[in-house]
Nanobody, 121 residues
């Protein structure tokens, strides 16, 4: 069994910062990509940022220069530092990991339960 548990969401004012964390645990053999998606009400889920096991990062244009993704491979944890938050960043943020399970011996996408980020103007 593999679990991804997010933390760090909340309510902040525009211009403030939040840091999201996501820890993967359970029967994990190896993790490749980890990252964050978000979904605002009435909108499709979109990629925010992701990072490979080697540290290569990718960001949505809307968050470049404001958000920073990082990971601790020893802890199977990915972080998202969000600065200069805007009301448009309000959404449920989902962590994901592309990993191989010890149980299935197959690569697959695994998701966290989501954490709410609300930015007031």
């Amino acid at each position: 069994q593999v679990q991804l548990v997010e933390s760090g969401g909340g309510l902040v004012q525009a211009g403030e910062s939040l840091r999201l964390s996501c820890a993967a645990s359970g029967s994990i053999f190896s993790i490749n990509d980890m990252g964050w998606y978000r979904q605002a009400p009435g909108k499709q889920r979109e990629l925010v940022a992701d990072i490979t096991s080697g540290g290569t990062t990718r960001y949505a244009d809307s968050v470049k220069g404001r958000f920073t993704i990082s990971r601790d491979n020893a802890k199977n944890t990915v972080y998202l530092q969000m600065n200069s938050l805007e009301p448009e960043d309000t959404a449920v943020y989902y962590c994901y990991a592309y990993l191989m399970s010890v149980t299935t011996k197959r690569w697959g996408d695994y998701w966290g339960q989501g954490t709410q980020v609300t930015v007031s103007s």
